[in-house]
């Protein structure tokens, strides 16, 4: 039996052109894009600005294309020292003013105490020259921040922070009448009668058991609510109190200051 001739075969050539043409591959088989490629876009460089450094309170100013601090103060040939305070940081962005304090040493922390102020209050109820606590004070608490600066040429000590830990509370004394005016007993020259007495001294102290600008015996301060020694009192309670006695003896002075009291009407 005879077989059936083949077929012929498809020349590889011819292959490979067809496949080509379908996908759209090969030399004319469609435009080719020629535009050119676009270059990348250029950065400008930053335009100087002005800013302004303050190193230890004298201002200088710079003009800068620095983004940092710290790349503000190398282009000003600015140096900083191991412990310099510098605001803003190094590391921050630079903005109108950089603030530096120098230091010659690191800073140290304390714990200081504040005194409770003290608030006195007239009252008519307290004897004359007298006070009364009415309430106690209370320190306050401060934590402070301290190194060594130069200043005028001298190495000095400077609190460069500080925060209040806690308020002082205030003391508050009611205090007694103080008015020197008795009368008439006012009108009288008792810088004249306590020159004579004391040599205006309001400390003196006579070995004989008198003290103070009248010299006062301990028996006679008592008696017009003299606490403690007259010496001890201030110039204004012991004539204050003087007065108190002339007025308490209706003027009869020859029996308080029989060598001196002549003064009181000169």
């Given at each position: 039996?005879?077989r059936?001739?083949?077929?012929?075969?498809?020349?590889?050539?011819?292959?490979?052109?067809?496949?080509?043409?379908?996908?759209?591959?090969?030399?004319?088989?469609?435009?080719?894009?020629?535009?050119?490629?676009?270059?990348?876009?250029?950065?400008?460089?930053?335009?100087?600005?002005?800013?302004?450094?303050?190193?230890?309170?004298?201002k200088?100013?710079?003009?800068t294309?620095g983004?940092?601090?710290?790349?503000?103060l190398?282009?000003?040939?600015?140096?900083?020292?191991?412990?310099?305070?510098?605001?803003?940081?190094?590391?921050?962005?630079?903005g109108?003013?950089?603030?530096?304090?120098?230091?010659?040493?690191?800073?140290?922390?304390?714990?200081?105490?504040?005194?409770?102020?003290t608030?006195?209050?007239?009252?008519?109820?307290?004897?004359?020259?007298?006070?009364?606590?009415?309430?106690?004070?209370?320190?306050?608490?401060?934590?402070?921040?301290?190194?060594?600066?130069?200043?005028?040429?001298k190495?000095?000590?400077?609190?460069?922070?500080?925060?209040?830990?806690?308020?002082?509370?205030?003391?508050?004394?009611?205090?007694?009448?103080?008015?020197?005016?008795?009368?008439?007993?006012?009108?009288?020259?008792?810088?004249?009668?306590?020159?004579?007495?004391?040599?205006?001294?309001?400390?003196?102290?006579?070995?004989?058991?008198?003290?103070?600008?009248?010299?006062?015996?301990?028996?006679?301060?008592?008696s017009?609510?003299?606490?403690?020694?007259?010496?001890?009192?201030?110039?204004?309670?012991?004539?204050?109190?003087?007065?108190?006695?002339?007025?308490?003896?209706?003027?009869?002075?020859?029996?308080?200051?029989?060598?001196?009291?002549?003064?009181?009407?000169?």
């Amino acid at each position: 039996m005879r077989r059936p001739p083949a077929a012929p075969a498809v020349p590889v050539l011819l292959v490979t052109a067809m496949l080509a043409a379908a996908c759209g591959g090969g030399g004319s088989a469609g435009p080719k894009n020629t535009a050119p490629v676009a270059d990348a876009p250029r950065t400008s460089a930053p335009a100087p600005r002005k800013v302004v450094i303050v190193v230890d309170g004298k201002k200088a100013e710079t003009m800068t294309t620095g983004a940092t601090v710290q790349q503000v103060l190398d282009q000003a040939k600015i140096a900083l020292g191991p412990h310099d305070l510098v605001k803003p940081a190094p590391d921050r962005p630079a903005g109108e003013i950089i603030k530096i304090m120098r230091l010659l040493s690191a800073p140290v922390v304390q714990v200081v105490k504040t005194p409770a102020p003290t608030i006195r209050k007239n009252s008519s109820s307290v004897p004359p020259w007298s006070e009364k606590e009415l309430r106690k004070g209370r320190p306050g608490i401060k934590i402070i921040k301290v190194a060594y600066v130069k200043r005028k040429g001298k190495k000095v000590k400077k609190v460069i922070a500080q925060q209040v830990k806690r308020r002082p509370v205030a003391r508050i004394v009611a205090v007694g009448p103080k008015s020197a005016g008795t009368g008439s007993a006012a009108r009288l020259n008792w810088a004249g009668l306590a020159k004579c007495e004391s040599g205006g001294n309001p400390k003196s102290v006579n070995p004989a058991g008198y003290y103070g600008l009248y010299q006062f015996s301990m028996a006679t301060w008592t008696s017009v609510g003299g606490t403690g020694k007259p010496s001890d009192a201030s110039a204004g309670e012991q004539t204050y109190r003087a007065q108190l006695l002339y007025n308490k003896v209706n003027g009869r002075w020859q029996g308080q200051w029989p060598n001196c009291g002549k003064y009181l009407f000169s």
